[in-house]
């Protein structure tokens, strides 16, 4: 397993991370089951957040199966959406950041977390009050790096300049969507993240199952799929314009001996401003595929005719 190091951070991770977002929702039993399988192949970036799991779910499931295991990973979580339906424990204010890593490290049943990521901005609160919070965090030994998701460039921007001002501990990751088939990023956040050498961290690298091969124009999604049980996500992928690319990037894939699974992977690999791809799984065998699924090394002129298909 290859690994790259996080933006300007101590930590180095595997370039395929472990999306924990199944946990919680999965069994302990089967949870452990993919934990184990990922350690044994060489991920060593564990992604989860206080919401995964029904509120607490996927981190308490962490918590029980690590144990002594939890030093050999890297260990990220997010915090600041709703974890109760008042919504009065959620958002990025002091207060409440001191709280939730509290409410996190015990679910977590661990001393301190490698990557704390703020999950969504939060409009309601000054980003100097969020960053100075973090960073105190950062200089009690709480958290080792700090991250971020769903930010705009210009968001990104700001918190950064304000962190280089303050002397404050600053984002050295972005999670965002980012696939074949979602490349919004590239206006403006890939360039923000590039310019600072951040880590780029793509979740739904596989557009929620489109680009897994496994769903074909016209007939119904294969039952106890994602797109079976989820019409919105569904509705979301499944169009026109998507299934254009991705019989166009199938019959690719085909000509040059891999899958299309392999060139969702490895396709994202391809950018050094990626870090870590993050991919979920509820089973072991999903683990072997994703890591294999890493190992394209797409040449120049490969990388030009996927950019052809699916830039516009």
Not at 85 to 111: H, M, P
């Amino acid at each position: 397993m290859k690994t790259r190091k996080l933006g300007n951070s101590e930590l180095t991770v595997s370039i395929v991370g472990l999306g924990c977002n199944n946990f919680g929702m999965l069994d302990v039993a089967a949870s452990r089951r993919v934990v184990d399988r990922a350690i044994d192949q060489g991920i060593t970036l564990f992604d989860t957040a206080d919401i995964y799991g029904n509120r607490g779910g996927s981190e308490r499931q962490l918590g029980e199966i690590l144990g002594p295991r939890r030093k050999d990973i890297v260990l990220a979580t997010k915090f600041g959406m709703k974890m109760d339906d008042a919504g009065t424990k959620s958002g990025a204010s002091r207060t409440y950041i001191l709280q939730a890593v509290e409410d996190s490290l015990k679910r977590l049943k661990t001393d301190w977390i490698d990557l704390y990521q703020l999950h969504q901005p939060d409009p309601t609160t000054p980003i100097e009050e969020t960053l100075e919070a973090l960073n105190l965090l950062v200089r009690q030994g709480k958290v080792r790096a700090i991250g971020c998701s769903n930010m705009s460039a210009a968001q990104l921007n700001a918190a950064r300049a304000l962190s280089a001002a303050k002397g404050f501990a600053a984002f050295e990751s972005a999670q965002d969507e980012y696939s074949l088939l979602k490349r919004d990023i590239e206006q403006g956040v890939l360039s923000a993240v590039e310019k600072y050498g951040m880590g780029l961290l793509p979740y739904f690298p596989l557009a929620s199952g489109m680009l897994t091969g496994k769903y074909t124009r016209g007939a119904a999604a294969p039952g106890n799929t994602r797109f079976a049980v989820m019409t919105g996500l569904a509705n979301r992928y499944m169009t026109d314009a998507n299934w254009d690319k991705v019989e166009t990037l199938s019959a690719f894939c085909k000509a040059h001996g891999h899958t299309l699974l392999e060139l969702a992977f490895s396709w994202l690999v391809s950018h050094q401003s990626v870090t870590s791809v993050i991919a979920g799984a509820t089973r072991p065998e999903q683990i072997d595929q994703n890591v294999r699924a890493a190992r394209w090394d797409l040449s120049s002129d490969e990388l030009a005719e996927i950019d052809r298909i699916t830039a516009g």
